[in-house]
């Protein structure tokens, strides 16, 4: 059987002497889409930034398509074929659109810190850059300046920034994060165009967005995961019902 | 033994001196995140308007000008921070903390030369008051001269009223808080932008006095800034950034090395002669053998530095990553 | 930022631009032929390489470093050994090898840039400002230290005329220099704008404007900086070789705070934010230096006050100045700030003359003293220690500042208007 692609063994992660995550294990396998959800201060984003690399856990382990991962930095992590979004986007404000996402290819087309290759020759990372920018829908906004687009607008570029390296595991932390209920439903269309054939493992809010895109469903509270299910068999558990006392879990 | 001691009390009075410069530094900078590239050059005017205050008052009432000018040019010195920082840094404060650090250092440059047009380029006469000017004791046969006794008593008081403010008073408080979360202090009815001026008046008030009691006792000249100027700043990223202690340790660890450093006369020929090698100035690298310490003395605190930031890229205590 | 620099790509061919440069320096020194201005021209060429060199780790790696002269000096230091040695005669070759020199200065520049850079970009930000400024006092203390190499106080001498003259060229003349001065000029110009458009220089403004998301596309943030930053320091290192034979003499002051300070003040004066703005700073900075100190002895407290007016109120530079009035022209918008701006030009101006008439006569009384208090000023004989001529310079200089004061606010709110109107349309080209 082939290894999972992203596997979390007992993960645990304490701040001074607060446990935030308390031995969280998941598996999650190859080309599946996996929600996160949870209560506010889960530990949903500190999960992420365990995974990604951005803190180092206290215990436990992370293994990514088998190969163990635990304490890399971020970088090591990325080329190794997994990518984050953030929550609060975190673009290049000076670059134009397309200039960001082009950053975005050249590692993983092999670039590296190359200062003899000319950038306009380079038709891999423009063909790449051209065709994630017409998925993400910014093809008009492409010599803009990051920094002026719009709330929903750099959102998007945060997606496509985060798939253009062609990571195979796609970590995306609340995507739709503020958006109005049509952007949402423009962005999970995104989400699920741009994600196809790849492993997406998100952390979400909005239930409509998770129950429309996720293959399977974890529920985390107080650090720990209580239920990991398919999307019908979350909703009837009563675990998870009582986590949310009663209020998102049943909507729709 | 006689050269450990005053070497010993010399180093120590010098670390102060640098600390009592290092600490207003830390302070500002922790407080409002922005390096005073400038904080040397208040240290430089602290001392020229002492003198300039001790001479002018010296003709009039005699004896009384340098301790009047202890009261008066550190608050002269922060009255002009405090118009720097209200009318320059405020304005520069919403692009970050490069331009703030460009400012200070276009203003470090402007100041240097403002003291030229005023004063001159040569060394003007600042000397220590006859009160305080012979010797508090002798070790063997080398006098301890009272007044680095002085600067002793005075970088310590000031240390004192310093901690005594930060954890005793409301002041020191709020700016505690305003260090950390400068909106939710705002929120809460301080006035920020106040606290700013008054932390980086204050900052600049205790380079100042530095200045007034440093001044005489080294020289007073348009280059004292730029001597002393990099040095504090190894001094605050040795110590580690943010962290008082760290530069309380680094001042009197780089006072202590420089100042034996600048006694010693000893160099590694002596060592490589005493093993048995002979070292004649044909032999390769003679110019590196024969260096005395005294000579290497300048370098030794930049040395530090590389060590730390290769060893301990942190500092010695430092907290805040800058 | 008050306006939003948006990218405003010029469509002029590029070889155009490129073509028209290369005739503009060799057509320059034709123009202005005397000796003077041929030495001016050949010290801009050098300080626009430093200055560009300069540029790829501040404005394009957001690395602000106060020791930059650290490289550009020891590349200064080896060349001039290198030259040196090519005189002493124990390298026989029929041509002669003084336009190579630079490289050798430009290698060893590279050099300690992997030694020194290894150290200083293990931080960044602030802390890395200060490591730099750490590094070149090291640096400077040390070149005092080794006399054989770095020639103590008085530095070391060459001669250039060395070697078999090419062509008849040897050098001597300094129009000779001028050209390849101007020669190197070009080809680091190019060279340094096509590193722009490599994937290690896109990825150094990457890391420059967010080092933590560079991260998570797959750059370690430190190696990059590392790598623009022994670039950098090659480059440096060839502007360092060129003054070793320009001026045939190296000193300690080559790798002092002052050279590192000058660079800094060329490079933000210009503009950091655009490829040609440190051109235009290093054309500024050189000819304040060089022209103006022989008219006055305050010209480091002029350039020192342009300086942090330009940080106070033009942080984008020169450069950016031109660009976005440009802009406002190309919206023919300019009309409404013509009166705006005469009001700020001409309260600058009685501002500036009350200030230089203050300073001079201060610095004539305190450094001139010797000679009399008599001095000239604008043209005019006047008394320096006289109480009238105070007067009078005090009040021009309370009268410009005052009318300048409100002149600025008057114009800001303009400008201010200007720009909002500019973005309103761009808004509604975008279809936003």
Known sequence: MAAAALNLVDLRKSFGKTEIIRGVSLSVARGERHAIIGPNGAGKSTLFNLISGRFGSTSGRIELNGEDITGRRPFEINRKGLSRSFQITNIFPRMSVYENVRCATLYALGYRYSCWHRLAKLADAAGRAEDVLHRIGLRSRRDTPAGTLTYAEQRALEIGITIAGGAEVILLDEPTAGMSRSESDRAVELIRRVTEGRTLVMVEHDMSVVFGLADRISVLVYGEIIATDTPSGIRGNRAVQEAYLGTTAAEP | MEFFVISLLNGISYGLLLFMLASGLTLIFSMMGVLNFAHASFYMI??????????????????????????????????????????????????????????????????????????????????????????????????????????????????????????????????????????????????????????????????????????????????????????????????????????????????????????????????????????????PLYSLWSLKLSQVAPVLPYLLLVLILVLRPKGLMGTREG | METTIRFAPIDVGRWFVWGATALLFAVLPLVFSSGFAITLLSQMGIMVIFALSYNMIFGQGGMLSFGHAVYSGLGAFFAIHALNWIGSGQLWLP????????????????????????????????????????????????????????????????????????????????????????????????????FTHTPLGRIANAVRDNPERAEFI?????????????????????????????????????????????????????????????????????????????????????????????????????????????????????????????????????????????????????????????????????????????????????????GFEVMRRRFAREWGAVQAEIEERSRREAGV
């Open chain 2, 46 to 283: 602290g001392a020229y308007v002492a003198y300039q205050i001790s001479t002018w008052l010296d003709e009039l009432l005699p004896g009384t000008g340098y301790w009047i000018a202890l009261v008066v040019a550190p608050l002269v010195v922060g009255v002009l921070g405090a118009l720097v920082e209200r009318y320059g840094l405020r304005r520069v404060h919403k692009w970050g903390h490069v331009p703030e650090l460009l400012f200070t250092f276009g203003l470090s440059y402007i100041i240097v030369e403002l003291v030229q047009i005023i004063w001159g380029r040569a060394a003007v006469p600042y000397r220590v008051p006859p009160e305080l000017d012979g010797s508090l004791f002798t070790v063997y046969a080398t006098h301890f001269p009272a007044y680095r006794g002085f600067m002793m008593l005075v970088a310590a008081l000031m240390l004192l009223a310093i901690w005594l403010m930060f954890t005793r008073t409301r002041i020191g408080l709020v700016i505690q808080a305003a260090l950390a979360h400068p909106d939710t202090v705002e929120a809460l009815g301080h006035n920020v932008p106040r606290v700013f001026m008054l932390t980086f008046g204050g900052g600049t008030a205790l380079a100042g006095l530095a200045g007034v009691i440093g001044g005489n006792a080294y020289v007073t000249e348009p280059s004292m800034a730029a001597l002393v100027g990099s040095i504090i700043f190894v001094v605050v990223v040795v110590g580690g950034m943010g962290s008082l202690g760290g530069a309380f340790i680094a001042s009197l660890l780089i006072g202590l090395m420089q100042t034996f450093a600048i006694g010693i006369d000893w160099a590694p020929i002596a060592l490589l002669q005493s093993l048995g090698f002979e070292i004649v100035p044909a032999t």
């Open chain 3, 95 to 194: 041509v002669s090898l003084v336009p190579l020199v630079p490289l050798v200065g430009g290698v060893f520049g590279a050099v300690f840039g992997v030694v020194f850079g290894y150290v200083t970009t293990k931080k960044a930000g602030t802390p890395f400002a200060m490591i730099t400024l750490g590094i070149g006092e090291m640096v400077f203390s040390a070149s005092l230290m080794f006399p054989a190499f770095f020639g103590g106080e008085g530095g070391i001498s060459s001669n250039r005329v060395v070697g078999e003259p090419f062509l008849g060229i040897t050098f001597g003349p300094g129009l000779q220099v001028y050209y390849l001065i101007a020669a190197w000029c070009f080809a680091c110009m190019v060279a340094m704008f096509a």
């Open chain 3, 218 to 402: 797959g750059y370690n943030p430190q190696r990059v900086r590392f790598f623009v930053l022994v670039v950098s320091a090659f480059f440096a290192g060839i502007a360092g070789g060129l003054s070793a034979i320009n001026f045939e003499i190296v000193t300690a002051e080559n790798v002092s705070a002052i050279r590192s300070g000058g660079v800094l003040l060329a490079t933000f004066i210009g503009g950091t934010m655009f490829f040609f703005g440190p051109i235009l700073g290093a054309v500024v900075f050189v000819f304040f230096a060089v022209a103006l100190s022989d008219y006055t002895k305050a010209w480091q407290f002029y350039l020192g006050v342009f300086f942090v007016a330009m940080v106070m109120f033009a942080p984008g530079g020169v450069a950016s100045l031109i660009l976005t009035n440009l802009r406002v022209m190309k919206h023919r918008l300019f009309g409404r700030l013509r009166d705006p701006y005469a009001g700020v030009l001409l309260s600058g101006l009685v501002l500036l003359a009350g200030v230089v008439m203050v300073v001079e006569m201060s610095y004539h009384l305190t450094l001139n003293f010797a000679a009399g208090s008599r001095m000239r000023l604008f043209g005019f004989e006047v008394d320096s220690a006289a109480p009238g001529i105070w007067l009078l310079a005090l009040g021009v200089l309370a009268a410009g500042a005052l």
